[in-house]
């Protein structure tokens, strides 16, 4: 999780009245994404130069977006690894190494950019394998149903406005892609979260509630000495830049001699600042 994040995770180890599950006893160990690119020191009361990462039967993954680009570790001019990136020390360390780890990932934005975010992500559930899923809900490549889908939704969005429909894509996508997030995925909108989680909302306080923006226009200054926006806007739309043009300083007379002729019709005269 993002070090900003850690009282969110501690508070339920504590003997705390703000902990509802402390008759439960949990015992688990609180890392910030951060810790992954660290060799030494603490992160908590955890000793990172002794912690045995590999040990983990769940992992839970808060802000799991964060780990959306599987972007390679640093290497030296001969080639050889000299530093693993985060996402190469959770993927090796904690997921592939040791005992059989489960992965919850937590995120509000799990796509950025192209469903290569989701793929990468889905990476950690799988362990990295492709084919994971082929016998359990057949999957028979992740990424390749990725990539269609991506494919139908390019397609899909390159079409203008009043053509796009979502029912059309939704028809595109393929039953693999869904057959993959329904199997993998749990959605919770805030609708659901105050319809089913009362009890817990009403000791929470609830969500913050959403006011209406309030449009302001502020004056450029007090005394009214300067142009509005508008003008401002407008005297640099007629801007012509001519300083970047210095052709357009020499005067009629003179523009033969900054010109050199051709009889090539293709070639376009070219200006001679200096002689």
Same mark, same amino acid.
């Given at each position: 999780?993002?070090?900003?994040?850690?009282? !969110?995770? +501690?508070?339920y180890r504590l003997n705390d009245k703000l902990n509802p599950f402390v008759a439960d006893r949990f015992r688990y160990d609180v890392l910030a994404h951060t810790d992954l690119s660290r060799e030494t /020191?603490?992160? /908590?009361?955890? $000793?990172? *130069? &002794?912690? $045995?990462?590999?040990?983990?039967?769940?992992?839970? =993954?808060?802000? #799991?977006? $964060? %780990?959306? !680009? !599987?972007t390679p570790g640093r290497r030296d001019e001969q080639g050889n690894l000299i530093r693993r990136s985060r996402y190469q020390r959770l993927m090796e360390d904690i997921i592939c190494s040791g005992v059989r780890t489960k992965v919850l990932l937590l995120t509000a934005t799990p796509v950025n950019n192209t469903l290569k975010d989701l793929g990468n992500?889905?990476?950690?559930? #799988?362990?990295?394998?492709? *084919?994971? %899923?082929? *016998?359990?809900i057949g999957i028979v490549s992740v990424k390749e149903t990725l990539r269609q889908a991506q494919?139908?939704? +390019?397609?899909?969005? @390159?079409?203008?406005p009043r053509e796009r429909k979502t029912s059309d894509l939704l028809l595109r996508l393929g039953s693999d892609f869904f057959k993959l997030l329904d199997e993998l995925t749990i959605a919770r909108a805030r609708k659901h979260v105050e319809k089913?989680? @009362?009890? *817990?909302?009403?000791?929470l306080g609830g969500f913050p509630k959403r006011l209406k923006p309030v449009a302001i226009y502020p004056e450029i200054d007090s005394q009214r000495r300067f142009p509005s926006y508008d003008r401002l806007n407008q005297? =640099?739309?007629?801007?012509?830049?001519?300083? %970047? $043009?210095?052709?357009k300083y020499v005067k009629k007379q003179f523009q033969h001699l900054?010109? +050199? #002729? &051709?009889?090539?019709? %293709?070639? @376009?005269? +070219?200006? @001679?600042?200096?002689?």
């Open positions: 999780m993002p070090q900003k994040l850690r009282d !969110n995770w +501690t508070v /020191g603490y992160s /908590g009361d955890i $000793n990172l *130069e &002794t912690l $045995n990462w590999g040990n983990y039967d769940l992992v839970v =993954i808060d802000e #799991s977006h $964060n %780990f959306r !680009n !599987n992500q889905v990476a950690f559930i #799988s362990a990295g394998k492709d *084919e994971a %899923f082929r *016998e359990s494919a139908h939704f +390019t397609n899909w969005s @390159k079409q203008s089913y989680y @009362k009890h *817990e909302m009403a000791r005297e =640099i739309g007629q801007y012509k830049l001519s300083v %970047f $043009n210095p052709a900054y010109q +050199t #002729s &051709t009889h090539d019709p %293709f070639r @376009k005269p +070219t200006v @001679k600042l200096f002689s």
